[in-house]
């Protein structure tokens, strides 16, 4: 489970800088560490292969567990020389359940408030499934996006967006 959970979060983080246009050989990494676990994490893009400029930060929060609760991305705001807050991965875990929560950044709030998709992790046995969602501001509701499963003889996902 603790495998599926961080490979969940370092497939978001993934999916999440290819939106960005972002190409991970310009970036470099520098990693804060408490306890054997990353507690923040810099990243820093690459400049003429020698100068480093300040792009996004990473915090993490932890449950009782010892799992990624929270996942915090702050952007390098260049003009005020700050990282600013930008949006959220929230994981919540439930009877072998990852659900995991994609909220952007409100200021008027001074929370992570505008909530903008989902990913739901299932795990039966051998059995996984996922489903995505996209939040639908106007019908005040959850939309499936993408559907995919595998069962326990095949480690193929099938997918069929909806």
Known sequence: MKVLVLSVVFALTSVVNVMSNNNLKEFAYNSEMSAERIESQTVFKVENEKYLHNHLKYNYT??????ISQKEVLKWNGKAQVFEKNHCLTMTY???EVTVKYALWNATDNAYTRVKSKAVYQ????EVNYQSYNWNEKE?????AVKCS???????LLAERK
């Open 140 to 144: 005040n509701s959850w939309n499936l």
């Open 94 to 96: 439930v009877d072998g």
């Open 150 to 156: 595998s069962n326990g003889n095949d480690r193929t």
């Open 123 to 126: 795990t039966n046995g051998e």
């Open 62 to 67: 932890y449950d009782t567990e010892g799992r």
